[in-house]
């Protein structure tokens, strides 16, 4: 090569943009987003295809197995060729019959093609129903997407565009819609403050979608990390400002209701932790009541 001929390589080089430039509406600009928004990669399964396609090859390979039961019966009670040593030795299943393709062996490599293929769509459906549902602020937030002027509105014009419905009449989007990547499991605390809090303020990296999940996700746990504490701290301020045994105890059950719906709403707990947890609280406070009644008594 040249050294002028790798000077103009260079220059051209050179005028390339560093970046490619903004997709155009349409396909292009809903696939960037689901790229960068792995969240918003919402598609349908196609649920009741997948399970007719398979229907339909199961009746195939049942009628295919019946014809391959009939051959067997009727090759092994021939005295034509070697037709009745089919079911006994595969090397004169595999030989053809005075030149012509043996009928048999025709039908099990049939059988073969179409179980490879029905093992195969089985088992890819089987891994399609496992996937998640789309989180309900995801699906909203592609449905916003698709209606904004400067964005996906009027971008989409095929029937396709009704596969994620219309935010302005809930419940139009299809069932059958997986997303590829599900948003972890959220507390109840933070999926009522997110839904309450989506579009009150335009987010730094996709505006126009509300609060930015990781600002969300700090303030929840702020708050949970104050209630925590602040609740035992409360029922011993609770017990020890009631002196009525009765009282205490109706007390103590209160403060049970509401330890167990904190555990609940703000920290994801299982119905067995929240039981275990609900138990060694209550035995904490009833511990606490004893010992103050003690020494109460002692004092007088």
């Given at each position: 090569m040249t050294d002028d001929m790798q000077y103009r390589i260079d220059v051209e080089m050179q005028k390339e943009p560093a970046q490619l430039p903004d997709p155009v509406p349409g396909y292009p600009q809903l696939a960037e987003r689901m790229g960068t928004t792995p969240e918003a990669t919402i598609l349908r399964r196609f649920a009741a295809l997948n399970v007719r396609n398979l229907l339909c090859l199961q009746a195939e390979l049942h009628h295919l197995e019946r014809d391959l039961v009939d051959a067997e019966i009727a090759d092994s009670r021939s005295e034509e060729g070697w037709k009745s040593k089919y079911s006994s030795d595969w090397f004169w299943l595999n030989e053809p019959l005075e030149g012509k393709p043996n009928h048999q062996w025709q039908l099990m490599l049939k059988i073969r093609e179409r179980l490879k293929e029905y093992n195969e769509a089985l088992i890819q459906q089987s891994q399609l129903i496992t996937l998640p549902k789309p989180g309900k602020r995801d699906l909203l937030s592609l449905q916003c997407w698709l209606t904004q002027s400067d964005r996906g509105a009027g971008a989409l014009i095929g029937p396709d565009v009704q596969v994620w419905g219309d935010i302005r009449s809930p419940g139009t989007h299809y069932k059958d819609l997986i997303a590829l990547k599900a948003r972890q499991v959220e507390d109840p605390f933070f999926r009522l403050v997110s839904s309450r809090f989506l579009g009150w303020k335009p987010s730094r990296i996709h505006p126009g979608f509300g609060y930015e999940e990781f600002t969300l996700m700090n303030i929840t746990a702020i708050v949970t990390s104050l209630v925590a504490p602040l609740l035992p701290?409360?029922?011993?301020?609770?017990?020890?400002?009631?002196?009525?045994?009765?009282?205490?105890?109706?007390?103590?059950?209160?403060?049970?209701?509401?330890?167990?719906?904190?555990?609940?709403?703000?920290?994801?707990?299982?119905?067995?932790?929240?039981?275990?947890?609900?138990?060694?609280?209550?035995?904490?406070?009833?511990?606490?009541?004893?010992?103050?009644?003690?020494?109460?008594?002692?004092?007088?």
């Open positions: 701290i409360a029922s011993i301020a609770i017990l020890c400002a009631v002196q009525s045994t009765s009282s205490r105890i109706a007390v103590i059950a209160a403060l049970n209701f509401v330890f167990s719906f904190c555990l609940m709403a703000f920290a994801r707990a299982r119905r067995t932790e929240v039981f275990a947890a609900t138990a060694a609280f209550a035995a904490v406070q009833v511990v606490f009541v004893g010992t103050s009644e003690v020494s109460q008594s002692r004092l007088r």
